[in-house]
T-cell receptor, first 115, second 115 residues
C-alpha cells in the first residue's frame, strides 16, 4: 500500500459525459501527479501540482483539467468524453520540491470506461 | 511519444534464472527510475539511479546507466514467481521550473517467471 488513495476504482460512463477522479496523496507529500495509461499510448504524464499550484504539464488534453485543493487532495476532471479516453488514470505523490529528485508513489488507479 | 524504449517487450524465464531488461532514452536526464506494475495495478518504485551514477544495487536488483549510450539495464537475479510483472523505466528530464518533475515512461517489459 503506497499511501496514495484514488476514488472511484472503476467508472463507466457514456461519450460526451464529464467525470471527476479524486486523489489523496500520502501524508506530507506536497506534489501530486496525474498519469494516463492506455494500450496504445502507454503511460503518459498529464500534469503535476505542487502545494496547490500547477508545476508541470504533459500531454493533457484541453478537455481535461485538474486542481489541487488546500488540503492537498487533487481532482482530475475529464469532459466531453470520447471512446479513446478509456484508460487507467493514476495519481502519484512525492515529497517537497527541495530535493533534486523525487520518488513518486502511485495510487491504485481509476479504470475509466467510456461506452 | 515515449522517451524510453524497453527491450525486450516480453521476457519469459524459469524461476531462479536472472532477468535482464534494457531501456534506451533520447534526451539528457536528471535520473532514471525503474518501476514495477502488477497486472492492472499501480506502479511500485524499485530503484533510482542518478545521471552521475553508473551502477546501483538494491537487494536482488542491479541497475546500470550509460549516459553516453543513453541506456540503462535492470537485472533481477534469482528470479521468483512473484517477480512476474511489467517493468518500466522512467526518465526524469531536466526542467527549468524548480520542483517540476515530468517522468517519461517507456512501453515496459512484460516479465513472466515460470515455476
Amino acid at each position: 500500500d503506497s499511501g496514495v488513495t484514488q476514488t472511484p476504482k472503476h467508472l463507466i460512463t457514456a461519450t460526451g459525459q464529464r467525470v471527476t477522479l479524486r486523489c489523496s496523496p500520502r501524508s506530507g507529500d506536497l506534489s501530486v501527479y496525474w498519469y494516463q495509461q492506455s494500450l496504445d499510448q502507454g503511460l503518459q504524464f498529464l500534469i503535476q501540482y505542487y502545494n496547490g499550484e500547477e508545476r508541470a504539464k504533459g500531454n493533457i488534453l484541453e478537455r481535461f483539467s485538474a486542481q489541487q485543493f488546500p488540503d492537498l487532495h487533487s481532482e482530475l476532471n475529464l469532459s466531453s468524453l470520447e471512446l479513446g479516453d478509456s484508460a487507467l488514470y493514476f495519481c502519484a505523490s512525492s515529497l517537497s520540491e527541495l530535493r533534486a529528485y523525487n520518488e513518486q508513489f502511485f495510487g491504485p488507479g481509476t479504470r475509466l470506461t467510456v461506452l | 511519444s515515449q522517451q524510453g524504449e524497453e527491450d525486450p517487450q516480453a521476457l519469459s524465464i524459469q524461476e531462479g534464472e536472472n532477468a535482464t531488461m534494457n531501456c534506451s532514452y533520447k534526451t539528457s536526464i536528471n535520473n532514471l527510475q525503474w518501476y514495477r506494475q502488477n497486472s492492472g495495478r499501480g506502479l511500485v518504485h524499485l530503484i533510482l539511479i542518478r545521471s552521475n551514477e553508473r551502477e546501483k544495487h538494491s537487494g536482488r536488483l542491479r541497475v546500470t546507466l550509460d549516459t553516453s549510450k543513453k541506456s540503462s539495464s535492470l537485472l533481477i537475479t534469482a528470479s521468483r514467481a512473484a517477480d512476474t510483472a511489467s517493468y518500466f523505466c522512467a526518465t526524469d528530464k531536466r526542467v527549468i521550473i524548480q520542483g517540476a518533475q515530468k517522468l517519461v515512461f517507456g512501453q515496459g517489459t512484460r516479465l513472466t517467471i515460470n515455476p
